[in-house]
């Protein structure tokens, strides 16, 4: 390994750019010389090792950055995060510089070994962790104060230094990954490999989760049209229709767990693990050794973190949703004051009224909404998660508790407070498909807009320029340094578990929802893709094994709907002309039937092996042989 | 490796006996030279390479040979087995001939390295795994069959040549063990750790779990006390009480996965990996390569396994379960009829007859137990696992399901289909205490006896010998052959299984049933333990990391009490004047406290880490690594 980074000291002489760095306007040319010394500083003094070029517009220099490295410092950078790749023998395997031999498709000429989303996150990876070393400050800006172990780039960032780091679009791939993905009208899967190639796993798994789900609720679609068209009423196919929808979702959680396990087994992500993860960015404490690693790195006590979330955080999430609840308790109340209202004075003025607490609450929603999230941000970050998927775990699982309520709780409250069934179905109907027609617009097609008269506008400005490489080069970057930044998949899912919500909380109610939900997911392919592609930042790759905490909340939703089915049938006036005497019985029928439902559930999800078969025996042949590798040391 | 192998065929000239081979009397004398050349036979040969000598007693050769195996033998032995050891730096690591200088207390002439359960373990391990090779049968016996790979112990046991195969105790080590086990009346923990070098894990493991249980018994039978003593029938008091048992139970469950990993991380068996287990003796297919070692084994197809499970073994069960269930309820007829006769015509044969139907059911349950557990045994032999331990997995499954329903059936529909709660307690408190009496009579008190009996009377015939330090041996043998067999954990995990389920199922109802359980476990103790040491043959060391299958029926079992103690303070009389005017308030008050409890219950389960940090901590640096390892190769 040390010989390796020795050759490392020449010059390459065809640089590639990879990722952009912006700085602020003046910052002071001492920093930019002591940060750039770094990035290109060797491994041994604590450098990163990269390569550095200036971005030299027709306006002269603009503080960008252009980020490139040497092929084999890539290959060694993919070593150090722990890559996994496939090898000659079709097993997948942790790709280390000394055997780098044995993986397939691999020549020291080969440049396309590494994909260039992979080669952007090693990237991001060693200058997140160019880290301080004996340094009190950043030079030049004395209020912004370094220790040893401090993450510079997070600094430099949280002082404003630094304005944004991001990876360059790759024109032809785009192109190529474009028409293939939504370029022309097609029947079939979306190229979830070329994906992942360009935009990393993270983002491949999203879009497969969103096809695999799009697929499965298509038998549910199927099923629950003829209710609607012959306006079913019948108890029994209601129930044999909420029956099926129940065991359905299970089934579709459960296989799902396996054809993501196919996936990222296939990508290399399922054996990359978690334990090895480097410290997030955003990861402060003192200096220690990590007992696993036996490596230097800040070290924070698990104790204290579990006091800031049980303490600190738990508390506060309990209590905003407290404070949601009784906001829409007010709602109600306004409502019912306001139809009074209306009743008692029917004019113009009283039947506007009748809108004003919907509206009022819909911006009040809003507002504790964004206040809230910005919150759970900021609790989450100061709960100082080691690892990046810890922080995105408790961070989702604090926003989704939050919507889960502010979506539901009226319809709840409708149900079952108010027991009104119509007025339930209206009002699934339209929060459903309003929801859906705003959050494509206001996602995918309003940015797309704004994107393209932005373009434009800028084209109008360097057309006037000759289109030398070089400045083509500057062209694109000031174009994309431009465009919103793509804040992860966090909304995306969000989205999704609140539509399943919709489609299976109450859907022997409503089976017209899972129609609706196949329409809108066919054409959210295709406006993500769009958003992806054309409106945002190309993001960085993030490798991940599998949808993480979005499983556990799916299950928990199909758990929950269980239950509420259950009542709802035993509400609905055919099951209870069916128990004319007593209503102890029908309650008692319902309750049994629900808690055959939920063991029937939890074995299902117990019988069906998480992995499948094939994927076992590889993963226990790797254990084997590291074992093995362990005794022959 | 092959090296080493090739010191061993020197013999060792203290030959030390480690376990017993009993042949029939008559087997022919070309099959003892055949079996015995194979276990002395080179490991290249496909022999065993161990050392075996006759035992002579006075009535010369009875077909009894003694095994063991040199020092170097039982090492290379240990790495294959995966045996895992403390190592100098404390941590533990699977355990190689060539990196032996690292192990703690590791030294050339010290053959108390491995403990003597643990080469008894690696014994018994090589001589199942003696595999035919190209014989058709055995020799001298051709209607035995062998075909390459079948393991040829089990072929010589299932045709009778073979009639068992025992460790020895070592009569100095038990005799210490017993003194600090029950010698002496003492307050304090049991000796695990000395329980487990002499026994191996899973019965060091039991009895942990069972000293475990009872102390974790303790509270719920102090807050239990009272209620007897003042008599208290408030409700309030009752629903206090079984929510904190319900709680109570989660959180012991949870706790006991955590000492779990604590001491069986100490003892290595956390870290053994089951998937490079041998294939279990019983395992019988067509020779082909594992896909995880590349090794020649026998394969058979999980798909065919599956479909016996699901197929066959699956419909069975349930069929035997309806069938119970059917004898059940002739039996509350028979004993409705019964007590209808004596009404009508009162006399002495009447009251006789009141007795009949309980007893007749008694023996019914018992014969259909017994059919079953034979019948259970049968099916998963049949189904042909790989794994000792999914093999055991299935037949306690099995076996569970039937106890279960066969002990608290009759209970159940006392309490919710007669809804008699006086009857209830009396039948809870008479099924509790006889079953508790009667187990620890017939278990280990009566064979106690019987064994001290045979003792004696075997005494008498060697006391005329002169006390040869052979002889002595031969007297030993002879003695421990005619001791009974303990056939595994599996019965006495059912019965704390069943008393978990009379403590908690109807907890509300009976809360003195803990003191009982505790109790019951405080002499359990004692007389498992003498049961161990004085009835039974010594068994071999079996490795486990956990309790396996009995955790997930614990926590089943605690699942099922919070419904049924939901409905049981749902239906008490206290409760029920609460809700003069509405049974519908009732009932859905006791659901909705019911499904706040699982949930409460599942987040706690979800919130508890499995294992204590440190112990994840030193199993991350493992796995650490042994992938740095694989790195280097």
């Not at 966090?490 to 939900?517: M, N, W």
Request: aromatic fraction near 14%.
């Amino acid at each position: 390994m040390a010989e390796s980074w020795s050759f490392l000291d020449t010059f390459e002489p065809d640089f590639r750019p990879l990722v952009v760095i912006e700085l602020a306007k003046g910052t002071k040319e001492e920093t930019i010389e002591w940060f750039t010394k770094r990035i290109v500083d060797k491994k041994a003094n604590g450098g990163a090792q990269l390569l550095v070029k200036p971005l030299v517009t027709e306006n002269g220099n603009e503080n960008i950055y252009l980020v490139g490295a040497s092929h084999l410092r890539l290959l060694l950078g993919a070593e150090s995060v722990g890559l996994v790749k496939e090898c000659n023998d079709n097993s997948m395997r942790t790709f280390t510089y000394s055997t780098r031999k044995t993986f397939k498709d691999f020549a020291d000429d080969n440049h396309n070994f590494l994909t260039m989303a992979e080669c952007q996150y090693i990237i991001k990876h060693e200058l997140e962790n160019l880290r301080a070393k004996d340094e009190k400050m950043i030079p030049g800006y004395p209020q912004a104060k370094l220790y040893p172990g401090k993450s510079i780039v997070r600094r430099l960032l949280t002082s404003g230094i630094l304005i944004q780091i991001f990876p360059l679009h790759d024109r032809e791939e785009l192109k190529k990954l474009r028409h293939s993905w939504y370029g022309r009208v097609k029947v079939g899967y979306q190229p979830l490999d070329e994906i992942r190639c360009y935009f990393g796993e993270t983002i491949a798994l999203y879009f497969g989760f969103l096809e695999y789900f799009t697929f499965a609720l298509i038998p549910m679609a199927v099923i629950g049209i003829p209710y609607y068209v012959f306006a079913w009423e019948d108890y029994d196919k209601y129930v044999m229709f909420a029956t099926f929808n129940l065991l359905w979702s299970t089934v579709i959680l459960e296989v799902w767990k396996r054809i993501c396990a196919i996936m990222t087994y296939r990508w290399g992500t399922l054996l990359m693990k978690r334990q090895f993860e480097e410290p997030r960015s955003g990861f402060h404490g003192v200096l220690g050794i990590n007992p696993v690693t036996g490596r230097e790195e800040p070290v924070y006590s698990s104790i204290k973190r579990q006091m800031r979330i049980y303490l600190v955080s738990l508390p506060f999430v309990c209590l905003c949703l407290y404070f949601s609840l009784h906001v829409m308790m007010i709602y109600f109340d306004l409502e019912q004051w306001a139809l009074d209202y209306h009743e008692e004075n029917e004019s113009n003025f009283s039947s506007l009224m009748l809108f004003v607490p919907s509206i009022i609450y819909a911006v009040v929603i809003e507002i504790m909404n964004r206040i809230y999230r910005y919150a759970a941000e900021f609790l989450t970050s100061w709960e100082n998660h080691r690892l990046e998927s810890s922080y995105q775990n408790h961070l989702i699982l604090k926003v989704l508790v939050f919507n889960f309520l502010n979506c539901f709780a009226s319809l709840f409250y409708i149900a079952f407070v108010l027991v009104d069934m119509k007025l339930l179905r209206q009002s699934l109907a339209t929060l459903l498909i309003t929801s859906q027609i705003l959050n494509q617009f206001a996602e995918s097609l309003l940015p797309y807009w704004l994107q393209k008269r932005h373009k434009k506008r800028m084209k109008k400005h360097t057309c006037s320029l000759k289109t030398d490489k070089d400045l083509s080069l500057a062209g694109q970057v000031n174009l994309e340094k431009e465009m919103g930044t793509y804040f992860g998949t966090f909304d995306d899912y969000l989205e999704l578990f609140l539509q399943f919500g919709y489609v299976s909380l109450f859907s022997c109610v409503y089976p017209l929802a899972a129609v609706f939900a196949v329409l809108n997911n066919i054409t959210e392919i295709y406006s993500d893709a769009l958003k992806m592609c054309r409106v945002y930042k190309r993001p960085f790759a993030e490798p991940t094994a599998n949808i993480g905490v979005w499983q556990l909340a799916f299950e928990t939703m199909s758990v929950i709907s269980v239950v509420t089915n259950c009542i709802l049938i035993g509400m609905s006036p055919q099951v209870n002309a069916l128990f004319p005497d007593s209503k102890m019985d029908l309650i008692l029928t319902v309750a049994l039937v629900e808690h055959l439902l939920l063991a029937i559930k939890f074995i299902m999800a117990f019988v069906i092996p998480d992995k499948p078969r094939d994927i076992q025996i590889k993963l226990a042949k790797l254990e084997f042989e590291s074992l093995e590798a362990l005794k022959q040391q």
